[in-house]
């Protein structure tokens, strides 16, 4: 909290480990009460607010809910994130949305977003969290960033279109957001 208050800093980003936010009831509401909590503490600092939706594990959450999805999961994590950027009017950085993209368009390249425990991002997972929050912080349109990543080209552009169409169109996206910059 020090670290928040004393710090300066222009933009604050906080991301709960996924089954917190992604769990209805006790769990979502321990999310919610801590994430007000630290928003509280970072207006104090005159910093700007954003919540990072994660995405959900590729076979779904099972250590909790016996027959789940990742379908199923992604939608918890958009509405316990979605709920508390609504409850904050905070801007929210729609990774999950930008995976499930990548999903909807090329289920081979969503697969390898992930690394080998199916929760974590490899590589290419990473560099396209790594564009959504960037592009959400500068507010910029994703296809304006060359940076590649240490990715092919081929497949940093298919990641950049997926991010863009997350942010324009993510399912958890608040009122509150400005159209990016092309």
Sequence with gaps: MNTILNGKWDVVIFQEQSQTPASPGPLRELFLKGVGGLHA???????????????????????????????????????????????????????????????????????????????????????????VIYARIFNIAPERISFNGGLNASTAAKLRTASAVALRNGSSTPGKVQKLQP
């Design 41 to 131: 503490i970072t207006e104090k600092a005159s910093s700007r607010v954003i919540l990072f939706n994660t995405w959900g594990y590729l076979g779904g959450d099972k250590r909790n809910f016996k027959e789940d999805t990742y379908a199923e999961i992604q939608k918890r994590l958009n509405h316990g994130y979605g709920t508390a950027a609504r409850k904050l009017d905070v801007e929210l950085a729609p990774v999950g949305d930008a995976f499930a993209e990548v999903k909807k368009n090329n289920d081979q390249l969503w697969s390898q977003l992930y690394s080998r425990d199916g929760s974590h991002p490899s590589q290419t997972g990473a560099y396209l969290a790594a564009i």
